[in-house]
């Protein structure tokens, strides 16, 4: 089937690679608020070449580029993708220019390559191998394209709230994906939902010498008895409330994650433990990963943190902390409750600023599409990981009631995404332009 | 008396203020290992050129400068003082070059000026001035001037504990003092001891996403639940046996500090404080100012700690602590118990890298010296405060066994040691010169 369309991808292989080293050489930082403007321009340029319909939406952010071909047809698949990457720094660390992607060994390197410009270029490529072979698309084609993603997607909700009807869709693909640790495809049905805020203590004028630590409050002490009160030593969280509206995992997730390899013992020597959380293990330790929501420290200061010993008395102290929320849970609501229970410990005069915040997401292991993306995966890959959630975050809330989304994509264990020497494997570039078409035939006969 | 001395002392104020500025342009930082050698170079000169016998004392770090007197005197005076400095980061904060003094409106701006190289000068210029009016001296004089102490004196053992003749004397004045709040000299009898270590926390071989949270230990959290471990709300330190050493303040010490006026309203305001630690007033807060140890977070630090968010799970975490130690404390038996705490609490891994340590060292406060100090006082400023001791550390315990030592000098509470327009006032320096002579003429009829 659409035999045509995979060869024209094999044949034309160099030039969608060219195109994307072209997105990946502008450093389209949302971080940085840099080359956002241009990144957006040239995939709506791609979209159109593709012969997608394009239109720039504003926001007060980053724009949104969406594109489109209805060709009639009963379905339609959405892509959900984003032009904007995280900051290349430290840029020593890249073994060549992250905004100048080269190939080495197989591999392509660049910021973005994996995360996720590779996607959208593959993505977007597809249709030009419709259009480029004069073959029927027997479905119809959305795209919507942030440039924000990287930095909580916080004006996406300007476009999505007032798109409803072009966010509605059969079927959608998210933005990330890739082969695992032992190679097999990874599929990814949901989101958790994240919290995200700091804690301020002040307790003084300026920074005092320490010695008078025997008459005056410690804003750092403050500081960890507060942060002591949120979570105890089994890393249970003990604001009043906390778990009470999670939903917990259903019956067929929990079946579809007895499946899952978690790989234990071989991860544990990538992250350099002895033992994962609490000792967990077995289904626990993927119950966990799947459904629990944390309360994590990103970051503490306080103080004097050089070298050697300087003795203060600090007048501030602060944390950075995340916490991923799973199904049920409202950020709104954890940062009110986290509130309240701060106020009921004595710690009325700890500051809360927010920064994001939104609810997870998920789409059901059930769901026909899920079955429909992994026959797809099938005939290109093989064997696909399902997994209901991932434990990380992102805005799949905004389109989970119009469409249910998966997220799969051409990256792999050693994509580094977010980390110097960022790279895709070409071939898997390739492979999943062609699962990308099998995913068409079959929506087609869906 | 000695009016021929003290007449010197007036006419010639501008040559120690000459010689105070030559001394204030050496950038002798201790912490950056600069200007040392060249610092003691000229600290032995001046002690020359005012009579004195010196010698350098090699030692692993800065060198000793001792220089002597022996005029065969029933009784022989001590000083303890130190030519190296504070580091003057932030340059920018500071209305003169640090490095280069400068006079504006009576007081003499520079880094060293107050701490303590107006006081190292002024004690050697007296001398010079016996020298240069052909007065006699009525006791004998010694001098360890040190380069460490802005350090934590770390190798001045190697020095005292080989030298304990030389450290010998009926009376001795310690390196530091000057107006108080409203003034009123004050002498300071004793100094705290001092602990200051880190601990440290490792968890994983980097940091990971934070979304990994939800199976992976907390460096953080695991740093804030031992360190919660520490201290209550209430200050109350939790170390097994760390109070039990303790000797209280003596009744005299209780005497002394009921005359003390701690201006508690008037520096709430200083310290942007609504009330002192625990609400501490009276004689409680006079009590802890004097008598309590602490246990104080100097510092904190784990994660990112820039801008906004980042999602992250850091692989370490550590703080700086001091404790002040109050008498009958040893360092090496806190920083045992404190070993020992953490481990029964289930905190063996949190490793904790020693700084300095040494113990609580005072003077009695009816010793016959002290009382000749504000004898001498009376005759200049007129009356004296007497604090007990210091809530901050020194290297007192090194000399208090061989000769009892008060702290006084030509400081003032605008004075900003450690800050950025470090000063003095010269009309201070001047008459801290006169009491120096008048204290002099008290220890020959001793």
């Not at 869709?169 to 495809?185: H, P, R, S």
């Not at 809360?352 to 915040?357: F, L, N, Q, V």
């Not at 005939?379 to 434990?391: A, K, L, N, Q, V």
Request: with cysteine.
């Amino acid at each position: 089937m659409y035999e045509s369309v995979t060869n024209f991808i094999d044949d034309k292989l160099d030039m969608s690679i060219e195109s994307l080293k072209a997105l990946c050489r502008i450093p389209s930082v949302a971080a940085k608020n840099e080359g956002l403007e241009v990144a957006a321009g040239l995939v709506e340029m791609m979209l159109q070449d593709a012969g997608l319909h394009t239109e720039i939406h504003p926001t007060s952010g980053a724009p949104v580029v969406t594109g489109w071909l209805d060709v009639g047809a009963k379905r339609t698949l959405l892509f959900y993708d984003h032009y904007d990457v995280q900051p290349a720094e430290p840029f020593d660390l890249w073994d060549s220019p992250p905004f100048d992607p080269e190939i080495r060994d197989g591999r392509l390197y660049g910021r973005g390559v994996a995360d996720n410009k590779g996607d959208t270029v593959s993505r977007i490529w597809v249709l030009q191998a419709f259009k480029e072979t004069r073959t029927d698309l027997p479905v119809n084609i959305k795209f919507v394209v942030e440039g924000e993603e990287e930095i909580g997607s916080v004006h996406l909700p300007e476009y999505t709230e007032k798109n409803t009807d072009f966010i509605t869709a059969d079927g959608g693909i998210w933005e990330f994906g890739g082969a695992g640790i032992d190679g097999k495809q990874e599929a990814w049905l949901g989101l958790k939902g994240i919290l995200f805020v700091e804690l301020e203590v002040e307790q003084l004028s300026r920074n005092m010498h320490s010695s008078t630590a025997c008459i005056l409050p410690s804003a750092a002490s403050r500081l960890i008895w507060a942060l002591d009160s949120l979570k105890d030593q089994s890393s249970r969280i003990l604001i009043d409330g906390f778990y009470d509206d999670i939903k917990p995992l259903s019956q067929s997730e929990l079946e579809a994650i007895k499946k899952i390899d978690m790989h234990e013992e071989q991860l544990k020597e990538v992250y350099g433990i002895e033992e994962y959380l609490n000792g967990l293990t077995g289904d626990d330790l993927k119950q966990a990963y799947y459904g629990d929501p944390t309360c994590n420290i990103c970051g503490l200061t306080s103080g004097y943190q050089g070298k050697g010993s300087m003795t203060v008395l600090p007048a501030k102290a602060s944390c950075k902390i995340d916490f991923r929320l799973v199904e049920g849970m409202h950020s709104d609501d954890i940062y009110r409750k986290l509130r309240t229970h701060l106020n009921n410990k004595g710690f009325g005069d700890v500051q809360i600023p927010k920064h994001d915040g939104y609810p997870a997401a998920k789409t059901p292991v059930d769901h026909p599409f899920v079955k429909l993306v992994e026959r797809a995966n099938q005939r290109i890959f093989g064997e696909m990981i399902i997994h209901p959630t991932s434990p990380g975050s992102g805005p799949l809330y905004l389109f989970n009631e119009h469409v249910p989304m998966v997220s799969i994509g051409c990256g792999d264990y050693e994509s580094k995404a977010h980390s110097p020497n960022e790279s895709i494997i070409i071939e898997n570039f390739r492979l999943t332009m062609h699962r990308l078409v099998a995913l068409i035939d079959e929506m087609s006969r869906w």
